[in-house]
């Protein structure tokens, strides 16, 4: 454990000793008094339990104890320094943009609310949101392009090297126009199916298979009549304007239920139900920015619960 009495300026003082071994010229370069200088060494000696610096001839020399502990200063205060510039750079739009791969239903359902709460910290910082496909997107993350997967949670073998931490879980539902034929009709919904023109996930899609294997158990084999989309700009467009059906996550279309552009059919898909979360690279140390934003993505999935 880190003992809490060892202070910035310890550090600061004992390095400086060290590189000028002088106090007299450590203490003009800290712009601090020679008596002052001695004082904080001697704090330094106190909580290490040795001593740092000896005398040699009229002047000081460090110790092996001293020199053990250097190593570690110096890198501690290279590595603060590093996290200030870094920060400074962030404010000021110098450093590069965090890019965020994010699946249509979060795109549509959480990232808003959490972009504005993620402007309300003033990071300063440059964002790049990326929608597709959650294969596409899962690439792209491995191999650098991407800091940050938003979505479903894929498939154990395509999570190597990845690590997934869950926010919430949403199912794939049935959503048609206001006053379509199907929600009035008392026959078998899924006997129906093949009259209408039906969007589907495609099949490099997450929740595909979910689907497929939602249809198959409730006895639909093949729709004659199908339209492979993940986009959603289309999909609301094409079913607001006809009477398609579109199969989709909960999340891309929450917001045209709510609004009562659109209405679900009454058919329990809660076995489609899957997690949704932050997907990363193992090996990825997130910068203080993406941080804070995955905190305001965890605050708005929070509230997106809250709702369902």
Do not use: C
């Not at 202070?7 to 712009?31: D, G």
């Not at 959650?134 to 979505?151: C, I, M, W, Y």
């Not at 997907?279 to 369902?308: N, W, Y």
């Amino acid at each position: 454990m880190i003992d809490n009495r060892v202070k910035f300026r310890h550090l600061q003082t004992f390095v400086e000793v060290a590189r000028q071994k002088s106090v007299m010229k450590a203490a003009e370069l800290l712009n601090v008094s020679q008596p002052a200088v001695t004082k904080t060494i001697r704090e330094l000696e106190d909580v290490l339990g040795v001593a740092v610096f000896e005398r040699d001839g009229r002047g000081i020399k460090i110790t092996r104890y001293g020199d053990v502990f250097l190593r570690h200063a110096g890198a501690a205060l290279t590595a603060l320094r590093q996290g200030l510039d870094s920060v400074s750079q962030e404010r000021f739009g110098e450093a590069p943009p965090i890019r965020i791969g994010a699946l249509p239903t979060v795109s549509t359902r959480i990232m808003p609310r959490a972009m504005e709460l993620f402007l309300k910290e003033n990071t300063w910082s440059r964002i790049k949101i990326v929608t597709g496909e959650n294969a596409v997107l899962l690439e792209q993350l491995r191999v650098g392009d991407l800091d940050l997967v938003v979505g479903r949670l894929a498939g154990a073998e395509k999570m190597a090297g990845f690590s997934f931490e869950h926010l919430y879980s949403e199912q794939v539902v049935f959503a048609v126009r206001t006053g379509h034929p199907l929600l009035k009709s008392r026959q078998s919904l899924f006997a129906n199916l093949s009259e209408y023109t039906v969007l589907m996930p495609t099949r490099a899609s997450i929740i595909r298979p979910f689907v497929e294997s939602f249809l198959i158990a409730n006895g639909v084999a093949s729709l004659p009549n199908q339209i492979e989309t993940v986009s959603d700009s289309f999909g609301r467009a094409f079913v607001r304007s006809s009477n398609a059906i579109w199969i989709i996550s909960t999340g891309v279309v929450a917001t045209d239920i709510e609004d009562g552009l659109l209405e679900v059919l009454p058919i329990d898909t809660s076995e489609t139900k899957g997690p949704v979360g932050l997907t990363m690279r193992t090996d990825a140390i997130p910068s203080l920015p993406l941080a804070i934003l995955m905190q305001t993505l965890r605050e708005a999935a929070t509230e997106v619960g809250a709702k369902a």
